[in-house]
Nanobody
């Protein structure tokens, strides 16, 4: 069974970079056809897909966030990361990591609250 655990600072100042890590257990991040995804949910709004890194290391990003987003992986630590630059209060959200396979998200982290504020 796959388990995902997000970690990172809960408070980030405006204009700084938000950095989160998702630790994966129960299977390697290089497993075929797994796509490791970041999703966020701002307060009072629906979920927003941020992007993914796939089993081969390929990445894809939301067009609205692409210029500020980078998703990478560390296969030795079996984890993947999110960096979002130049954050504003609009980036305040609960951030989730999730595993996508076969057309759906089957495993999720518990989510981590990130607040952008000075």
């Amino acid at each position: 069974q796959v388990q995902l655990q997000e970690s990172g600072p809960g408070l980030v100042k405006p204009s700084q970079t938000l950095s989160l890590t998702c630790a994966v257990s129960g299977g390697p991040v290089t497993t075929n056809y797994y796509y490791w995804t970041w999703i966020r949910q701002p307060p009072g709004k629906g979920p927003e897909w941020i992007g993914y890194i796939g089993y081969s290391g390929s990445t894809a990003y939301s067009p609205s966030l692409k210029s500020r987003t980078s998703i990478a992986r560390d296969t030795s630590q079996n984890q993947f990361t999110l960096q979002l630059t130049s954050v504003t209060p609009e980036d305040t959200a609960v951030y989730y990591c999730a595993k996508f396979e076969g057309g759906g998200y089957d495993y999720w982290g518990q989510g981590t609250q990130v607040t952008v504020s000075s």
